[in-house]
Structure formats: C-alpha cells, structure tokens
C-alpha cells in the first residue's frame, strides 16, 4: 500500500511539474529581434538632441494575456549596435570613453515587477545593467496590443517602453563644460524602446 501512495504522489508531482511547464511555455514569447530597437536620446551643448539606437534587441517575455502582473521582461541590447548616423561619433561610443563594448558588450534589463497604470498602459519595473553598473528603472508601457498572426505561423504583440536615466548612475561621466557653465553632454537620457514579441501559433505548435 505505501509503495502505491509514493508511485501515487511522484506520478502527482510529475503531472503538475508538466502542467507548469505548459502554461509557462505558452505564455512565453520572444522578442523579434528584426523588428525591435532601443532608441535614446541625449542634449548636446543644451540646445539640441542628439538621437540613436541600438539595433540588436533579443530576449524573452511572458505574459498571460489576461492578468498584466503576470507580465515578465528580459531582454538583452548589444551595445556594438549602436548607430547614431555619424561613424566617427559611433566609434567614440564604443570606446572606453563610454559603453567600453569590448568589455561590456551587453546591455540587459530584467523586470521584477509589472502594475497596472491605465487602460492599455502599465509600469515595469527591474533592473538595467548597462557598463557593468545595476541600477533599478521604471519604465512606462504602452501595450501590448492585440494580437495579430503572420504568415509564417507566428503570433505577434507589439509594445513600445519609455523612460530616462542619468547615465553618470551608470559609469558613463565622459564631458566637460562650456564657458558659459552648461554641460557638453546632458546627464539626462531618455529611451525608448520598440519590442515586438512572437510566439508559434497553437496549431503550429501542435503540428510541431
């Protein structure tokens, strides 16, 4: 009888380890990388903005689809692709000046939390890790939308995240001042990103 009651509760165990697994993996979806960018913008000399983006954004999500407080973010920046439309500018970022690519070549955000904040609208909130310094950020969310299936299979979401950050928080103090006092670089960065999530859709799943 005690060896029914064990195999009874592993095969239990084994049963809900499986459910688990399915409902994450459903929930799951992952960034689409060809059609999803972190843009920024910064002052220069406080008269002007100076804006690009970095191009290569990869990384998961989940979410339910129902319950925003379920909504999860990791996501990974390749800080070689930035690209502010000026070679020689690029360069001097990548340097050790600034994002120093070659020994920190990544830039990552990890959510630990996702509130509400209107309709269609959330706050997530985690940890950005950007040359090599982990700071907390908030970041204000419009989305996701609704979903939308492609040709290839695939089921779409899109959001678009925006927020700022003092990039001296993060190790990156590069600029002087001018003579009038102001500051070559501004402190302030703003950010935003473009995500759109894909997931294989439940009939291309089950042929799979």
């Known amino acids: 009888m005690k060896g029914f009651l064990v195999a009874g509760l592993i095969v239990g165990v084994l049963v ?5 697994a399915n409902a994450k993996a ?4 992952k960034i689409d990388p060809y059609h999803s960018k972190a843009g920024f913008a910064v002052k220069h000399m406080m008269i002007s903005n100076v804006r690009g983006e970095f191009s290569k954004v990869s990384g998961t999500a989940e979410y339910d689809g129902k319950n925003i407080k379920t909504a999860k973010v990791n996501a990974i920046i390749e800080a070689s692709s930035i690209d502010t ?3 020689d500018r690029d360069k001097h970022l990548k340097n050790k ?3 120093d690519v070659e020994k920190f070549p990544e830039i990552k955000f990890v959510s630990k939390k996702s509130t509400a904040a209107g309709a269609g609208k959330f706050k997530l909130t985690g940890d950005l890790t950007m040359h090599g310094v982990t700071k907390e950020v908030t970041l204000n969310v419009e989305g996701p939308s609704g979903q939308v299936n492609d040709k290839h299979g695939s089921i779409k979401v899109g959001a678009v995240a925006t927020g700022k950050v003092n990039r001296k928080d993060f190790g990156l103090s590069y600029g002087g001042l001018m ?8 402190d302030e960065v703003a950010i935003t990103l473009d995500i759109e999530l894909a ?3 439940e009939k291309k799943a089950e042929a799979k």
């Open 16 to 20: 809900g380890s499986s459910k688990a």
């Open 26 to 29: 459903a929930n799951e979806w």
């Open 85 to 87: 439309g000026n070679d």
């Open 97 to 99: 000046d600034f994002f």
């Open 179 to 186: 003579d009038n006092g102001g500051a070559m670089i501004g």
């Open 199 to 201: 997931k294989s859709s």
